[in-house]
């Protein structure tokens, strides 16, 4: 989507219940002349309220599930998945390990909790699995006990008490006896579960008469509960109590109650005795009115609330509303929590328990209730259709109302310099004059008279210009480095899109951060650039490089070569679903990671490996680029689709009827190449997707195939494959045979 960049900079840090509710107004109508920036650990978000149902089987996992890069995608939303390790809050910045800092007006904390461990002293090596992250517990939790050995007893402790451990004991009891083998389990296998707490009873917090019906519940499903003392010590064998005694567990799930995560203490806020930062009534930090800590992560100053889901969702709409007055720069609103509210407690058996101030009630119109909540709030989060924004809805400053193009497009010489200004730029023998005493043009030394220049650029598929930094650096520099040429030099092509001049300005500065990391990597340095505006982030480089040895041209492929490449396929598909929505968010690093293996590798294997060949997969496709090196080296091949790694998802996608617009010229090829075959098979439609920072293809003897593997995988490249073979061409044309 084309979009004016806006002037102002919301960003919601972690998703949870509050939060959500932002990104989903945000959707419905945007702020004006403002960015949504949504920071996460996870491109998933869970919602607690099921996972206990997930848990049981009653749900499959997606249920409980936002998709934060579809959410994102179809928002028009951008999604930065990175840690967050502070905050300038004098500066107003949001401070990342990895990468640059974030400018905000106004940012809201929703990070959660965590259980609390108190002073509990915890061995090396011990069977302990939190509940948090939620994203991670099942996987988790599936294979600690698909790793225990033996065929006795698998004996399970809950830690907690509270209503979360109840329905983690309940449920966890649900599915073990009717489909332990999901959980990794031998049907033959005898579980026991017990839920471990220091209070006098299960149920802290609730009515006498609820916590009777939990206790006929666990009875009736042969659930202990062990009361009275609290756990001290967590070993290989289980727990230890206080009052000395010892449970014996195969798993230990803790659950205990909140308190305020890691971060929290980072971000140096003012807070509360459990670490969650202390706000106004308003919901504002008692440290920076630009600053909202929401549902679990904060604690309204003189007015506590207990750590409970419902006030996060009720927070949401006086969250949204405060956000628009702050920017708007109106008075805010306070948050006045309710008194009371309805408490249900999944037991798994097609029951609830639950009680509503001073009443306690039970059975199946209960979890009917509970069931019919949570997912109606699901469904509200799980709409991932691209939002319908009309010419009218995007405002325009006066200032914006007519841009100049040509030359007069050129972004100003401030906001460069400020970006420059920030860069690390690393210094180079070759560079004679560069950004440090910056002139006309840029001065290289060439060593001899052998210099490889490239150059490449894209239209941005990705809202996250960091990423697109890095990305489109790799990209550039990869021609370079299949030559055999060592980079040197690189000089920035830029279009930023229209906006506020702050806006474009932390764009540039993350564009460029991105590139340069990637540049140092290389021991290259940026030597310059043009950059100008127009209606979406585009950015290239052109690459200068001093040919370290005869360069390896792609047609000088050997009859036995087998032919290796190095990175699955699919970016074209992925990257088309991403801007679609249609992207699911668990194969969202997997895209980008592929993209971000560098090809500087190229250089080693032409100088130390014997390659015969190499190119790289880029815009053409598998099958463009190595028509091109059949033709230039006058033979054949034959390639088994079998043996073409694939991105998670790439195939489904395609099934779909998902794939990059310049697939249909790709398949053009076929008038170069002889397909032998059905060439339109789904199957076979990845050769034809464009790649985005693709792999290397290269052909080699199968002599050293096996010392070639092993430098790769040493590199990080574990999804290199055999493709297929170089074989003779007497007939004098270019054939490729796909075996499907």
Not at 316 to 336: A, F, H, Q, S
Not at 420 to 445: F, Q
Not at 472 to 499: H, R
Not at 622 to 639: D, F, P, V, Y
Request: charge should be negative; proline fraction near 4%; include cysteine.
């Amino acid at each position: 989507m084309q979009k004016k960049l806006g002037r102002n900079t919301v960003v919601l840090l972690g998703i949870g219940h509050t939060n959500a509710h932002v990104l989903r107004k945000w959707k419905m109508k945007p702020l004006e002349n403002a960015e949504l920036v949504c920071v996460s650990n996870f491109p998933i978000s869970t919602y607690s309220g099921m996972l206990p149902g997930v848990l049981s089987g009653q749900y499959p996992p997606e249920k409980m599930e936002i998709d934060l890069v579809r959410l994102c995608a179809s928002a028009g939303v951008r999604l930065i998945l990175d840690e967050v390790v502070g905050v300038d809050s004098m500066e107003q910045r949001l401070l990342f390990r990895n990468r640059p800092s974030l400018a905000y007006d106004a940012l809201s904390i929703g990070v959660g909790s965590i259980p609390s461990y108190g002073d509990v002293e915890i061995a090396d090596q011990n069977p302990l699995i939190s509940v948090k992250p939620m994203q991670t517990f099942l996987s988790r939790l599936r294979d600690r006990l698909a790793a225990l050995e033996g065929d006795g007893h698998v004996r399970i402790a809950v830690v907690g008490g509270g209503i979360g451990s109840i329905e983690i004991a309940s449920c966890l009891d649900q599915r073990l006896k009717t489909d332990p083998a999901s959980l990794g389990i031998n049907t033959g296998k005898k579980c026991e579960i017990s839920l471990v707490t220091g209070g006098s009873r299960v149920g802290a917090g609730l009515l006498e008469l609820t916590r009777d019906k939990i206790d006929s519940h666990f009875q009736r499903r042969g659930i202990s509960a062990i009361t009275g003392s609290r756990v001290t010590a967590v070993n290989a064998s289980g727990l230890l109590l206080k009052n000395g005694a010892e449970v014996k567990a195969d798993v230990v799930i803790w659950a205990t109650s909140a308190i305020a995560p890691p971060i929290l203490k980072s971000l140096a806020l003012e807070s509360d005795d459990r670490g969650f930062v202390l706000t106004k009534s308003t919901l504002q930090s008692i440290s920076s009115d630009q600053i909202f800590a929401v549902g679990d992560s904060g604690t309204i100053q003189d007015r506590p609330l207990v750590k409970a889901g419902v006030f996060a969702v009720r927070q949401g709409p006086v969250l949204w509303d405060n956000i628009r007055r702050l920017v708007e720069n109106r008075k805010l609103v306070n948050y006045v929590p309710q008194t009371g509210f309805l408490k249900l407690i999944n037991t798994a058996d097609g029951n609830a328990i639950g009680e509503m101030k001073n009443r306690s009630f039970q059975g199946r119109w209960c979890w009917a209730l509970k069931n019919r909540i949570d997912l109606k709030f699901m469904k509200m989060y799980q709409d991932y259709s691209p939002m319908e924004i009309g010419l009218g809805d995007v405002a325009v400053d006066p200032e914006d109302a007519m841009r100049c193009l040509g030359c007069g497009g050129k972004i100003g010489s401030k906001l460069l310099g400020e970006v420059l200004k920030e860069l690390e730029v690393p210094e180079h023998e070759d560079v004679i004059i560069g950004l440090e005493n910056p002139d006309d043009a840029a001065v290289v030394r060439t060593h001899g008279d052998q210099v490889t220049v490239t150059t490449d650029f894209f239209a941005s598929p990705m809202d996250d210009p960091y990423l697109v930094g890095r990305i489109a650096l790799l990209n550039s520099a990869s021609d370079c480095c299949v030559m055999g040429a060592q980079p040197t030099a690189a000089l920035a092509i830029v279009q930023l899109p229209l906006g506020h001049p702050r806006a474009q300005l932390q764009v540039m500065r993350e564009l460029m951060a991105g590139s340069v990391a990637e540049l140092k990597k290389m021991n290259a340095t940026i030597v310059g650039g043009h950059s100008i505006e127009g209606p979406r982030l585009t950015a290239g480089f052109t690459v200068l490089g001093r040919q370290l040895t005869d360069p390896k041209t792609k047609g000088m492929l050997q009859e036995g070569d087998l032919l290796v490449s190095t990175k699955p396929l699919g970016t074209g598909v992925l990257l088309a679903a991403l801007m679609q929505g249609l992207l699911p968010g668990e194969h969202y690093l997997p895209l980008v990671n592929t993209m971000l293996q560098s090809n500087y590798i190229a250089i080693r294997l032409i100088e130390d490996y014997q390659i015969s060949a190499i190119t790289d997969v880029t815009g053409f496709g598998m099958a463009g680029h190595l028509a091109e090196m059949l033709k230039a080296s006058g033979k054949s091949a034959t390639i088994k689709m079998k043996d073409v790694r694939l991105l998670p998802s790439c195939q489904s996608l395609i099934d779909a009827g998902i794939e990059s617009t310049l697939a249909p010229d790709n398949r053009l090829v076929t008038d170069k190449v002889q397909f032998i075959g059905d060439v339109a098979a789904a199957a076979n439609a990845a050769l034809f997707d464009p790649q985005t920072s693709g792999g290397l293809l290269f052909g080699t003897a199968e002599n050293r195939l096996e010392q070639i593997l092993e430098f790769l995988g040493d590199e990080g490249f574990g999804e290199t494959c055999v493709i297929g073979e170089v074989t003779a061409n007497p007939a004098e044309h270019n054939a490729l045979t796909v075996i499907s």
